[in-house]
């Protein structure tokens, strides 16, 4: 660098964390606390808990607010054809995904994909 310039700041954004599909599905799932688990009974031993992640899908369709994401895996379990469901932990709005795509890291979201 010349002498009296200054370092050249990029403006571009880092893209999101993409996870691999091809990598074991048990590989993605975090282990919570009992305390912080986010589905009940039926719900838990049904799906595959992903914790800071989003559900992305050749189709995913708004199945409005819901209040946790275990009303929304239980909408999922509802809906023919759900595989996955991705639930916004701030707007409570939960998504219902058919044939996962993508997986893509996000604090904001918590998802289930069927066992």
């Known amino acids: 660098m010349a002498p009296g310039s200054s370092p050249v700041r990029s403006t571009k954004r880092a893209a999101p964390?993409?996870?691999s599909l091809a990598a074991p599905l048990a590989a993605h799932e975090?282990?919570?606390p009992l305390e912080e688990r986010v589905l009940t009974g039926e719900n838990e031993a049904k799906f595959v808990v992903l914790h800071d992640t989003e559900a992305i899908g050749r189709s995913r369709s708004f199945n409005g607010g819901q209040s946790n994401p275990d009303t929304c895996a239980a909408q999922c379990l509802a809906q023919s054809g759900c595989d996955a469901f991705s639930f916004a932990k701030e707007t409570k709005v939960c998504y219902l995904v058919t044939q996962v795509t993508e997986l893509s890291t996000d604090a904001s979201f918590v998802s289930g994909r069927l066992r």
Do not use: Q, S, T
């Open 17 to 19: 964390a993409r996870i």
């Open 30 to 32: 975090a282990k919570a």
